[in-house]
């Protein structure tokens, strides 16, 4: 029995040692050496690889097992295999029963100690981490995103983007580096120069090139080039095994002209992310190179698109760069900052200008100026939600105030309506003023009823019902603008000493006419709370004992006194101008020919013309008041070529001006024309 048994044992084999492997993150490799990162890639997996061992004793093989020896040395021989390429020896020493030991790779490659058979070797090789990214900043608005949009800035409208996959404003094709959304993207998604990367001084990108590092080598041959080439070959006659290398010509470089490549770059989206927020990171992936680049921006909504760069950019950037004036240099480099008649575009940058991170004083306005102008189209839009509930109530409060004077300046201009003025304490008007006054009035009714085919116009689509736009105004401003300009007296001046010695008679004659003006302007002022004209004065004509003054002139056979009357007032009334002295664009402005034509046959033969011109000029005084409500934009805007009004007031803004002490002015009076045009007039005159 005892040698029956101890043949049997003889017969016994122990099982094969059984392979495990799975990978675990570790750092990357040392490239501080000086050898490629390709040659050292093997060395670097087998030093960061860790190796479970487990020994235990074989169980015998019965003899009805003995059929399974075969794939047993099979299996011994592909497990020495394998442990060999990670450098490991197998020897024949038994360990304990269900042992474990973790020993590094270093260690079994250096040890002489055999591992016996019945053995399980678990082997965990290293994978590259990913860098540590950051969470994305929550925001509203982008599962009603319908589609990717396109930024290109100056103005241009938003347009629908579908080339995320391969961009071809980032693919330069004498570049050497491919950039990959993942590790598992077939195609590079963009081609650029590793200088790009490199001038950013950023850890993370400088070791996405070092990582990425490779032979030379090209990319495959695009299949025009390859059928054009072909096509060649044929011609010249060219046999099947000829055909066939060419493609390993064509790549060898002797018949493209491509650059070859020396990186490849991965941007993997993190893991378990959801999938808005992968389409958020490729996005913000393009957007980092088109920052680099000064491409056009890309996203969702545009504050998304500000918003995830701006973060990718506090990731990727060297420490001590303020990525705030980075980012606001490229914007107003790229004109991407200019979103006039864009009310989504507009919102995201009033949204993003008002972060804590960021606070652009000069972003905010420009976004919050055009996002009051186009209010009533931003109310249907999502991306509103992301403008903070303090800006939302700024918007409410400008809108309402910014109607309320438009409103105001259409029940003047409608029928230019100024019938209050002669109701002012210090107005006393002669009869003769007052008429001049209606008869202006309906001049001017007459006039843009034939050139608007009707006044006030239609309301215009899109303006809240409205039909005095900011187009109008403009026009209005002009034609009023130059009929003032022809007609002001330069000479004169509003100022306190002015004031003081009119009203102290020093100037006994012009007291009776110019203490009337000066009395009915203070008080208009002070009721509409109008700011003071700094020229509010016209030239006045001869009076009428001026005209006739000297040796009366002999009547002729064909012309009566009154005739001669006639004619000196108009020539008394033409030398009363600025005629001389204004340009082109004032003299040939269609308003001041008509009244020209207007005013040689309008009360001609009235005693006194220079009442005729006071009472025109009181009318005009009050229409340029009312215009300057509404005509002058807020000062410091980028871009004011607009067809909706960029005047609302800024009182309490930005939101954060208490916190910083920065404060905006908003829209100015003073800054219409009648103040301004003064500025331009040589000196002297």
């Known amino acids: 029995m005892e ?18 492997w799975s990978p675990q993150e570790v750092s990357g490799p040392d490239w501080s050496s000086n050898e490629p990162a390709y040659l050292g890639h093997g060395a670097f997996l087998l030093k960061k690889t860790e190796i479970s061992v487990k020994s235990s004793l074989a169980e015998p093989f019965s003899d009805d097992q003995s059929s399974d020896r075969a794939s047993t040395c099979s299996t011994e021989k592909g497990g020495r295999s394998i442990l060999g390429r990670f450098g490991n020896r197998l020897g024949d020493e038994q360990s304990s029963i269900h042992s ?32 540590h990214e950051q969470k994305l900043h929550e925001m509203k608005g982008l599962e009603q995103a319908a589609s990717m949009k396109r930024w290109a800035g100056d103005g241009k409208p938003a347009e629908a983007w579908g080339k995320l996959i391969k961009d071809p404003e980032l693919w330069d094709a004498a570049a050497d580096t491919l950039v990959y959304f993942g590790y598992q993207r077939p195609q590079p998604s963009f081609r650029i120069n ?83 927020d992968i389409l958020r990171h490729h ?34 950037m060297p420490p001590g760069v303020d990525c705030t004036q980075l980012l606001i240099r490229y914007l107003i480099k790229n004109h991407l900052h200019h979103v006039s008649n864009d009310p989504a575009a507009a919102a995201g940058l009033l949204a993003w200008s008002e972060h804590q991170r960021v606070r652009w004083l000069e972003g905010w306005r420009e976004g919050f100026v055009h996002c009051v102008g186009m209010y009533h189209s931003l109310q249907a839009l999502p991306e509103i939600r992301d403008i903070s509930q303090v800006s939302q109530a700024l918007l409410d409060r400008s809108q309402l105030e910014l109607q309320a004077r438009i409103e105001a ?4 201009l409608s029928a230019f309506n100024f019938e209050d003025i002669w109701f002012a ?12 006054f209606d008869r202006f009035h309906h001049f001017l009714r007459q006039y843009y009823e034939k050139l608007y085919r009707g006044w006030p116009p239609r309301a215009a689509y899109g303006c809240n019902n409205n039909w005095l736009t900011r187009e109008l105004v403009q026009r209005l401003q002009t034609d009023f603008g130059c009929l003032y300009n022809f007609y002001v007296d330069r000479s004169r001046a ?14 006994a004659k012009r007291a009776d006419e110019s203490i009337s003006l000066t009395k009915l302007f203070v008080s208009l002022e002070k009721k509409h709370k109008w700011a003071h004209m700094p020229r509010p004065y016209a030239l006045l004509p001869a009076t009428a004992a001026d005209l006739f003054e000297g040796k009366p002139s002999k ?74 409500t509404v005509s002058v934009d807020t000062p410091g805007l980028g871009f004011t070529d607009t067809g909706y009004f960029l005047n609302s007031r800024l009182k309490g803004s930005p939101p954060w001006s208490l916190e910083a002490g920065q404060a905006l002015e908003g829209a100015d009076p003073t800054g219409s024309y009648c103040w301004m045009v003064p500025k331009t007039w040589k000196h002297g005159n």
């Open 100 to 131: 474990s030991v973790w020993r590094s790779s270093e260690d079994l490659a250096t040890t002489s100690e055999p591992l016996p058979f019945g053995t399980t070797v678990s082997i965990q090789a290293a994978r590259p981490t990913k860098p």
């Open 283 to 316: 996005i913000t992936t393009r957007n980092l190179f088109a920052f680099l680049l000064d491409k056009p921006l890309v996203g969702l909504t545009y504050y998304q698109a500000l918003m995830d760069l701006h973060e990718r950019l506090m990731l990727y």
């Open 494 to 507: 509003w100022d306190a000493a002015t004031e003081l010695r009119i009203q102290s008679n020093l100037d």
């Open 425 to 436: 304490p210090a107005s006393q008007p002669t009869a003769l003023l007052r008429r001049s």
């Open 194 to 276: 590793a200088t790009v990367l490199q001038n950013t001084e950023s850890d993370i990108l400088i070791a996405k090139l070092q990582e990425g590092f490779q032979r030379s080598v090209r990319l495959p041959p695009s299949r025009s080039a390859m059928s054009t080439l072909q096509g060649e070959a044929k011609n010249l006659s060219l046999g099947p095994k000829e055909l066939r290398e060419l493609p390993t010509v064509f790549e060898s470089g002797s018949a493209r002209n491509d650059s070859p490549i020396h990186h490849e770059i991965h941007f993997p989206a993190p893991d378990n992310a959801s999938r808005i």
């Open 409 to 412: 300046c259409e029940s003047r």
């Open 3 to 20: 040698q029956r048994s101890a043949n049997k044992t003889k017969r016994t084999l122990q099982k094969p040692p059984t392979l495990s």
């Open 555 to 628: 009547p002729s056979l064909f012309s009566t006194k009154a005739k001669t009357k006639e004619k000196r007032t108009v020539l008394a009334c033409a030398e009363a101008s600025n005629s001389l002295l204004v340009g082109a664009d004032t003299s040939t402005n269609g308003l001041v020919e008509a009244f020209l034509r207007f005013e040689k046959s309008d009360l001609v033969s009235e005693a006194n013309p220079r009442e005729v011109r006071q009472g025109r000029w009181i009318l005009l005084y009050g229409i340029l008041q009312v215009l300057a």
